[in-house]
């Protein structure tokens, strides 16, 4: 396994229902590293650039509204194996469908409110990253 980085936002119910520090921890419990992390309230070019492979979905623009609903927190991850590990402990996209003890499975309300997004690959994790952290980059954690 390798060392990777990847892209965690902890979207606008996850930061309304008060769980930031709840769900930092279990990513630190699990061994990740936060190399970078910020609030932002999205706004709407933001969050339909972020989602740009979501454009045709009919589901698109309630994502949309639903990302710039409230302030969210994006932070850069890293870890062996650190794309799929994030995405284990966030659980299925439809909480109804994620494994019991996972943040979805705890805390969403539908497939839309699911608390989290996760990157998907390295090579989405590196563009994401840059989306969000390009122009201040993230920190080197030597310790
Ligand atoms: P994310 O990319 O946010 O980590 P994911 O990779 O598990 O989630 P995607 O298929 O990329 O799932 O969907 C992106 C987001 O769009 C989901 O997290 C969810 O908020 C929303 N979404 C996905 N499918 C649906 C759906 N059928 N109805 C409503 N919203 C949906
Ligand atoms: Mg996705």
Redesign the pocket.
């Known amino acids: 396994m390798a060392i990777e980085r990847t892209l965690s936002?902890i979207?606008p119910d996850g930061v309304q229902k008060n769980l930031i520090g709840e769900i930092f921890g279990r990513f630190e419990k699990a061994g990740l590293k936060i190399v970078g992390a910020k609030m932002v309230h999205l706004s709407k070019a933001q969050a339909e650039g972020f989602?740009a492979?979501?454009s045709e979905?009919?589901?698109f623009n309630?994502?949309v509204s639903?990302?710039t609903s409230g302030p969210v927190v994006v932070s850069a991850l890293e870890g062996e194996d650190a794309v799929a590990l994030h995405?284990k402990l966030?659980g299925?996209?439809?909480p109804a469908e994620a494994d019991a003890g996972t943040v979805r499975a705890d805390f969403a309300e539908?497939?839309?409110?699911?608390i989290?997004?996760?990157?998907?690959a390295t090579e989405t994790a590196a563009q994401e990253i840059e989306y969000f952290f390009g122009s201040d980059g993230v920190c080197a954690r030597t310790r």
């Open positions: 936002i979207k989602y492979v979501h979905r009919p589901f309630d994502l639903y990302m995405r966030l299925a996209t439809n539908s497939i839309e409110e699911n989290g997004h996760g990157s998907d």
